[in-house]
């Protein structure tokens, strides 16, 4: 099984898009694209081990948890 890491030189948005995927999207209602990705980063909706990352923000930290949305009890994907 490959578990998640230091992953090195990956900008937050490069990282995520292929876990999010398939995470649906309410606005577009959609499976999430990554302009999608790419404005929830913006927006805050993607927490990062308990903090708000930007999309060019480089991830060289261990990964212990991935939340979208976050601050809504029936839209939270957890997916780490």
């Known amino acids: ?7 090195p030189n990956r900008p ?3 990282h995520l898009m292929p876990l999010v995927k398939g995470i649906w999207n309410p ?5 999430a694209s990554g302009t999608a990705v790419r404005q929830w980063l913006a927006n ?3 927490v990062i081990n308990g903090e708000k990352v930007d999309a060019n923000e480089m991830l060289d930290f261990p990964i212990w948890s991935i939340v979208v ?8 994907v957890t997916i780490w």
Request: no cysteine.
């Open 1 to 7: 099984m490959n578990r998640i890491g230091l992953i």
């Open 12 to 14: 937050a948005l490069q």
């Open 27 to 31: 606005a577009e209602k959609k499976p």
């Open 44 to 46: 805050g909706t993607v």
């Open 69 to 76: 949305f976050p601050n809504s009890d029936q839209r939270r």
